[in-house]
């Protein structure tokens, strides 16, 4: 049975992801968007967030998208708030200059880690290593120096010991967090997996020190 989160958590843990809030003036609006019809499961979640919370929105939208980049066609999920004065209280701590930043106050919480990791962790077994596992989140988006400061939370909230790595990509330069050791990567797994909804179970991975535990684990 999947854990539910508290709505607060799935939020901030949608907006330490993709998600962004739109609309610096004015009326500013929660945006979700993310690739895959299989994402329709997560953002349905983060509507009864919203709901719970007494904020309106459009519903989960589905559209044929074509990649800029492969040109191939792909089913585009979105999930766009109403105005509400809790999405304009968010969009002034997340966006205190206007730019995305981490804020120096956020609960890193199992729930939050949870959303964080459905809408941009990975897990992946290693080319001919299959009993070790390696786990990022992607956070090249925000500066270094939150970058460091999710690093830190992590370490004192939650335990577990991630490294700041640069990489260069299509979307931008910038820090990804990454996770390998054995007990790390596990760690992040139990922390998270009550939360997984069916969907993303997939990126539950557990690492083992020897390939022969992997297997007598099977």
């Known amino acids: 049975m999947v854990t539910k989160a508290a709505p607060m958590e799935v939020l901030n843990g949608a907006l330490l992801s993709d998600s962004h809030i739109a609309g610096n003036r004015g009326s500013p609006y929660l945006k979700v968007a993310q690739a895959g019809e299989d ?4 953002l349905t979640l983060i509507e009864e967030a919203l709901v719970l919370l007494g ?3 459009t519903g989960v939208k589905i559209t044929n998208r074509i990649n800029y980049y492969t040109r191939k066609q792909y089913r585009h ?6 105005a509400h004065p809790m999405i304009k209280a968010l969009r002034a701590e997340w966006y205190p200059n206007g730019q995305k930043r981490v804020p120096k106050n956020l609960a890193l919480t199992p729930g939050v880690v949870a959303h964080w ?6 897990s992946t077994r ?22 460091y400061l999710l690093a ?3 370490l004192d909230e939650l335990d577990i010991r991630a490294n700041c790595n640069r990489v260069s990509r299509i979307n931008g330069e910038g820090l990804v967090l990454n996770i390998s050791a054995v007990d790390e990567v596990n760690k992040l ?6 939360y997984m909804l069916p969907s993303f179970i997939y990126k539950i991975k557990r690492a083992f ?4 535990e992997m297997l007598q684990q099977a």
């Open 39 to 42: 994402r329709v499961e997560w």
């Open 126 to 147: 290693l080319k001919g290593r299959e009993h070790y596992v390696k786990s990022a989140f992607c956070t090249q988006g925000f500066p270094d120096d939150d970058v």
């Open 189 to 194: 797994m139990d922390a998270v997996e009550p």
């Open 209 to 212: 020190w020897e390939r022969t």
């Open 55 to 57: 904020i309106r929105t």
């Open 152 to 154: 830190s939370m992590l």
């Open 77 to 82: 999920c979105e999930l766009l708030s109403r």
């Open 117 to 122: 990791f459905i809408g941009d962790g990975s």
